[in-house]
């Protein structure tokens, strides 16, 4: 499985984004997703997960509200919307792909990984 993240970028505070991760393959429909992010000097967290259907979603307490996880299998491909961003969300975005069965929280969870996407929120 390969990975591609883009839709990251400089945005001022308060602005959105919305990122894009594509798959290849045609079994991407079998597979959970998931988004974290990883800020200079810290570790890589979690920061949404998408069941293979994608009627299940679960998104981090620290963007719950703002980012939105969704997919189109048709496409291949799962997004991030988010809004009213922050300082605090500049990171690198990675999207994931999870074999097993269940939306997974942790990196250890997840078996292939994006390339990563840079997101600078501006004050």
């Known amino acids: 499985v390969q990975l591609q993240a883009s839709g990251g970028g400089l945005v001022q505070a308060g602005g959105s984004l919305r990122l894009s991760c594509a798959a290849s393959?045609?079994?991407?429909?079998?597979?959970?997703m998931g988004w974290f992010r990883q800020a200079p000097g810290k570790e890589r967290e979690f920061v949404a997960a998408?069941?293979?259907?994608?009627?299940?979603?679960y998104v981090a307490d620290s963007v719950k509200g703002r980012f939105t996880i969704s997919r189109d299998n048709a496409k291949n491909t799962v997004y991030l919307q988010m809004n009213s961003l922050k300082p605090e969300d500049t990171a690198v975005y990675y999207c994931?792909?999870?074999?097993?069965?269940?939306?997974?929280?942790?990196?250890?969870?997840?078996?292939?990984w994006g390339q990563g996407t840079q997101v600078t929120v501006s004050s």
């Open positions: 393959g045609r079994t991407f429909r079998y597979y959970d």
């Open positions: 994931a792909v999870k074999m097993t069965s269940g939306l997974g929280y942790e990196v250890a969870d997840y078996n292939y």
């Open positions: 998408i069941s293979r259907s994608g009627r299940s979603t």
